[in-house]
C-alpha cells in the first residue's frame, strides 16, 4: 500500500515537473525553445578541429595566439608555452584583452583534452564576437603535455 | 538510538536538509538548461535529443521534490524520486569514472572546470542515498512544516 501510494505521488510529481520545465523553458526562451543560437556542442561541427601537428606547425609559427579556457587554478599549474587563460565562466570579464587582439588574428583554443568541452564553447563565443581565424586543439592540455612540447608553469 | 532516528525534529531537519539540497541543484541547473545539457552530453552516455529533455524536466522535479519534501506535500513520492535520483546520479558518476572522463560533475554547478567527479562525489552521494532511504522508511510521514503550521484541533475536556 505505502510502495503503492509512493509510486502514485511520484508519477504525479514527475507529470508536474515535464510540465513546470516545459512552461519555464517555453517562457524563458531555453532548451527547445532556445530562439538564438547558443553555445552547444553542435557547434563543433562548425569549429575548425586542429590536430597536434597542426597546433605545433602553429605554435613554432609565432603568427598565432593559444587561449587556455580551464579554470585559473589549472593554468597556474601548467599550460602551454606563450598561452592566455581565459576561463569560459570569464569570457565577459577579459573582452578588454580581446578586444586588443586583431580579430583576423589566428587563435588556437584548448582546454584539458577530449574530454571536455569549454574549449568548443570558448571557441563558439569568440567567433561570435567577431574573430575569423578560430580553431579548436581538442586534444589540448594532455595531449600537448604528453608529447612533451613547450610548457610553462 | 532508536528514538534517535525515530526523533521529530531530526526527521524534520534531515527533510529541510535533502530538500535543500536539491532545491539548490535545480535552481543552478534551471538557470542554464543548455549548460546542464552539455554537462549531462560529457558523461557520454546519451545523445543530444535525450540530454537536451533531461535537461527541461529535471531541474523542475529537482525543485519540485525539495520544495514539497520541505513543505510536506507527497512526501513518499519526492522521498522515492530522491532516492531514485541519487541512485543514478551516483551509477552514472562510477561509469564515467570507470571510463576515464575528466568531466566535471554538473551536480550544483554548470562551469566545466569545477566540482570535477571523483570517489568523494560517491561517497556524498552514497550518504544522501543513506538518507533518503532512511526518510523514505520512516513510518511518520506527517513531520513536515504543513503538519507543524496546521490548526491542531483543541482538545475538549
Not at chain 1, 504525479?12 to 515535464?18: G, R
Not at chain 2, 532516492?83 to 551509477?91: A, D, E, I, P, Y
Request: charged share 15%.
Amino acid at each position: 500500500m505505502k510502495l503503492r501510494q509512493s509510486l502514485h505521488e511520484a508519477f504525479l510529481l514527475i507529470i508536474a515537473a515535464v510540465f513546470l520545465g516545459a512552461a519555464y523553458t517555453f517562457v524563458t526562451h531555453q532548451g527547445f525553445f532556445l530562439k538564438t543560437q547558443a553555445v552547444q556542442p553542435a557547434a563543433a561541427s562548425t569549429m575548425e578541429m586542429i590536430t597536434l601537428a597542426a597546433a605545433k606547425d602553429l605554435f613554432e609559427s609565432n603568427n598565432s595566439i593559444f587561449i587556455d579556457a580551464r579554470h585559473e587554478f589549472d593554468y597556474q599549474a601548467g599550460h602551454i608555452r606563450g598561452a592566455v587563460n581565459i576561463p569560459l565562466k570569464m569570457f565577459d570579464a577579459q573582452f578588454t584583452l580581446l578586444n586588443k587582439i586583431s580579430k583576423d588574428k589566428v587563435l588556437i583554443v584548448y582546454c584539458d583534452g577530449a574530454e571536455c568541452n569549454s574549449s568548443i564553447e570558448l571557441a563558439v563565443k569568440l567567433t561570435d564576437s567577431g574573430f575569423t581565424n578560430v580553431k579548436v586543439f581538442f586534444g589540448g592540455w594532455q595531449e600537448w603535455n604528453s608529447a612533451g612540447l613547450p610548457i610553462e608553469k | 538510538m532508536k528514538s534517535f532516528f525515530s526523533n521529530t525534529p531530526i526527521i524534520l531537519l534531515a527533510r529541510i536538509f535533502l530538500g535543500g539540497l536539491f532545491i539548490a541543484a535545480g535552481l543552478d541547473k534551471i538557470t542554464d538548461v543548455q549548460a546542464f545539457a552539455n554537462s549531462i552530453l560529457q558523461y557520454k552516455v546519451v545523445g543530444q535529443l535525450l540530454s537536451m529533455c533531461t535537461a527541461t524536466i529535471l531541474p523542475s522535479l529537482e525543485l519540485l521534490c525539495g520544495l514539497s519534501l520541505i513543505i510536506g506535500f507527497y512526501p513518499r513520492g519526492c522521498e522515492l524520486l530522491m532516492t531514485v535520483m541519487l541512485v543514478v546520479f551516483t551509477m552514472l558518476i562510477a561509469s564515467a569514472l570507470y571510463r576515464g572522463l575528466d568531466i566535471s560533475c554538473g551536480c550544483f554547478s554548470q562551469d566545466p572546470n569545477v566540482s570535477k567527479i571523483g570517489y568523494q562525489k560517491i561517497l556524498e552521494n552514497c550518504g544522501l542515498i543513506i538518507l533518503s532511504v532512511w526518510l523514505l522508511l520512516v513510518r511518520n510521514q506527517d513531520i513536515n512544516f504543513l503538519h507543524i503550521f496546521r490548526k491542531q484541533p483543541e482538545i475538549s475536556r
